[in-house]
C-alpha cells in the first residue's frame, strides 16, 4: 500500500512539473477562466511589478509583451495579444525582438469582427439618412423634416480595404444593403457572393475613384502606414463617404479634414485616429457630417465571452501540442 501511495504522489509530482507555465497580465474575470482550462497549465497572474521575475521559466504569456519580456523569457514559446491589430507589439520601438524570434504570436482577429462591422455600417446609415441632423434637432425641439436629402446604398459602390476578419463581415453587411464591393488586400481572397471585385494594394487608385463609400479595416503595418493619403482622398467620388474602424494610421488625417472642409466628401465616420485619443480642439471635431467614436467598435455584450473562449481554446492547444489559432503572420503583420 506504502508503495503504490509513494508511486502516486510520484506520478502526481511528475505530472506538475510537465505543467506549462503561462503569465497573464489582465483582468481578473479572464484569469478566473483561463485557470480552470486544463491542469497541464499554471496560470500565473503577474504584473508590471513581478513580471521580469516569473518570466525566465516562463513557456508562454498572454497579454501585451514588451521587448524587455521576450529578452528575458528564453524560454517562451507563444504569446497571446487581447487585440486584433498587433502593431503594438510589433511595429513601435522594439518589436524586432519579438518579430525575429521564434515566439509564435497568436491575436483575437474574427473575434470582433461582428461588431466593427455593425459598427461601420451604423455609422453610414447615420449619415446616409441623415440621422446625425436629426439628432441635433432634438436640442431645439425642431420638426423639420424637408428637405430631406437621403441615399440609398442599394447599386452604391463600396471599397473596402482589408477584408480579413473585419473587411469580409462589412462587405457581407454592405452587400445584404445592396452595395457592390471591391475589397483591397494583398492576400488571395476566396470566392465570396458578396465581393463583385478583389483587387491588391497597388491597384487602390484604380477603384477608389469608383467608391460611394471607402470602408478602413486593414490592420496597421508598415506597408498599410497612411495608405489612404492626400493622392487617395484627392481621388474620392464627389458626395462620397469614409468610414475608419481599424486603426488610425493607416489614414491620412489632415486630407480626411481638407475632404470635409471642402465639402468634397459627404461624411465621414471615424472610431480611429491618428492622434489617438483625437484632442479637444482639433478640427475633426466641428464637422457636423464627421462622426467621431472613441475606439470603442470591437466592444459588445457578446465580444468578451468569444475573446475569451479564443484564447481558452489556445490554452488547451499550447499545452497539447497542436496547431495555435489565429497565428500571425509576423513579417507581415498580421
Same mark, same amino acid.
Given at each position: 500500500?506504502?508503495?503504490?501511495?509513494?508511486?502516486?504522489?510520484?506520478?502526481?509530482?511528475?505530472?506538475?512539473?510537465?505543467?506549462?507555465?503561462?503569465?497573464?497580465?489582465?483582468?481578473?474575470?479572464?484569469?478566473?477562466?483561463?485557470?480552470?482550462?486544463?491542469?497541464?497549465?499554471?496560470?500565473?497572474?503577474?504584473?508590471?511589478?513581478?513580471?521580469?521575475?516569473?518570466?525566465?521559466?516562463?513557456?508562454?504569456?498572454?497579454?501585451?509583451?514588451?521587448?524587455?519580456?521576450?529578452?528575458?523569457?528564453?524560454?517562451?514559446?507563444?504569446?497571446?495579444?487581447?487585440?486584433?491589430?498587433?502593431?503594438?507589439?510589433?511595429?513601435?520601438?522594439?518589436? /524586432?525582438?519579438?518579430?525575429?524570434?521564434?515566439? +509564435?504570436?497568436?491575436?483575437?482577429?474574427?473575434?470582433?469582427?461582428?461588431?466593427?462591422?455593425?459598427?461601420?455600417?451604423?455609422?453610414?446609415?447615420?449619415?446616409?439618412?441623415?440621422?446625425?441632423?436629426?439628432?441635433?434637432?432634438?436640442?431645439?425641439?425642431?420638426?423639420?423634416?424637408?428637405?430631406?436629402?437621403?441615399?440609398?446604398?442599394?447599386?452604391?459602390?463600396?471599397? !473596402?480595404?482589408?477584408?480579413?476578419?473585419?473587411?469580409?463581415?462589412?462587405?457581407?453587411?454592405?452587400?445584404?444593403?445592396?452595395?457592390?464591393?471591391?475589397? !483591397?488586400?494583398?492576400?488571395?481572397?476566396?470566392?465570396?457572393?458578396?465581393?463583385? *471585385?478583389?483587387? *491588391?494594394? /497597388?491597384?487602390?487608385?484604380?477603384?477608389?475613384?469608383?467608391? /460611394?463609400? +471607402?470602408?478602413?479595416?486593414?490592420?496597421?503595418?508598415?506597408?498599410?502606414?497612411?495608405?489612404?493619403?492626400? *493622392?487617395?482622398? /484627392?481621388?474620392?467620388?464627389?458626395?462620397?463617404?469614409?468610414?475608419?474602424?481599424?486603426?488610425?494610421?493607416?489614414?491620412?488625417?489632415?486630407?480626411?479634414?481638407?475632404?470635409?472642409?471642402?465639402?468634397?466628401?459627404?461624411?465621414?465616420?471615424?472610431?480611429?485616429?491618428?492622434?489617438?485619443?483625437?484632442?479637444?480642439?482639433?478640427?475633426?471635431?466641428?464637422?457636423?457630417?464627421?462622426?467621431?467614436?472613441?475606439?470603442?467598435?470591437?466592444?459588445?455584450? *457578446?465580444?468578451?465571452?468569444?475573446?475569451?473562449?479564443?484564447?481558452?481554446?489556445?490554452?488547451?492547444?499550447?499545452?497539447?501540442?497542436?496547431?495555435?489559432?489565429?497565428? !500571425?503572420?509576423?513579417?507581415?503583420?498580421?
Amino acid at each position: 500500500m506504502r508503495a503504490k501511495l509513494l508511486l502516486a504522489l510520484c506520478l502526481s509530482v511528475a505530472a506538475f512539473s510537465q505543467q506549462k507555465k503561462i503569465l497573464f497580465m489582465g483582468e481578473q474575470d479572464m484569469l478566473e477562466a483561463l485557470q480552470t482550462v486544463t491542469d497541464k497549465a499554471k496560470i500565473v497572474p503577474v504584473t508590471t511589478a513581478n513580471v521580469m521575475q516569473e518570466l525566465p521559466d516562463a513557456d508562454a504569456f498572454i497579454g501585451t509583451i514588451k521587448p524587455e519580456y521576450v529578452r528575458v523569457g528564453k524560454k517562451l514559446q507563444w504569446t497571446q495579444i487581447m487585440s486584433a491589430g498587433v502593431e503594438t507589439v510589433l511595429h513601435k520601438s522594439g518589436g /524586432d525582438d519579438l518579430k525575429n524570434s521564434n515566439i +509564435v504570436l497568436t491575436n483575437n482577429q474574427i473575434v470582433q469582427g461582428p461588431e466593427i462591422a455593425d459598427h461601420a455600417m451604423a455609422m453610414l446609415l447615420t449619415l446616409t439618412r441623415g440621422i446625425n441632423t436629426f439628432i441635433g434637432h432634438r436640442a431645439t425641439e425642431t420638426w423639420q423634416p424637408r428637405p430631406y436629402p437621403g441615399i440609398e446604398l442599394r447599386g452604391r459602390t463600396g471599397v !473596402v480595404i482589408g477584408c480579413g476578419g473585419i473587411g469580409s463581415q462589412i462587405a457581407l453587411r454592405a452587400w445584404a444593403f445592396g452595395m457592390n464591393i471591391i475589397c !483591397v488586400d494583398p492576400e488571395d481572397i476566396p470566392f465570396s457572393p458578396f465581393i463583385t *471585385k478583389v483587387v *491588391k494594394p /497597388d491597384q487602390l487608385n484604380e477603384v477608389v475613384p469608383q467608391a /460611394d463609400v +471607402v470602408f478602413i479595416s486593414a490592420p496597421h503595418t508598415e506597408k498599410s502606414h497612411k495608405m489612404m493619403g492626400p *493622392k487617395q482622398f /484627392d481621388l474620392m467620388k464627389k458626395d462620397s463617404y469614409f468610414i475608419a474602424v481599424s486603426r488610425g494610421g493607416i489614414y491620412d488625417m489632415p486630407s480626411l479634414v481638407k475632404s470635409l472642409d471642402s465639402k468634397k466628401l459627404a461624411g465621414a465616420g471615424v472610431d480611429v485616429t491618428d492622434p489617438e485619443p483625437l484632442p479637444q480642439g482639433h478640427a475633426l471635431w466641428k464637422f457636423n457630417n464627421a462622426i467621431v467614436t472613441p475606439h470603442i467598435a470591437g466592444r459588445s455584450d *457578446k465580444d468578451r465571452a468569444r475573446m475569451v473562449g479564443t484564447i481558452q481554446e489556445n490554452v488547451r492547444r499550447f499545452v497539447n501540442g497542436q496547431p495555435l489559432l489565429n497565428v !500571425v503572420d509576423k513579417q507581415k503583420g498580421y
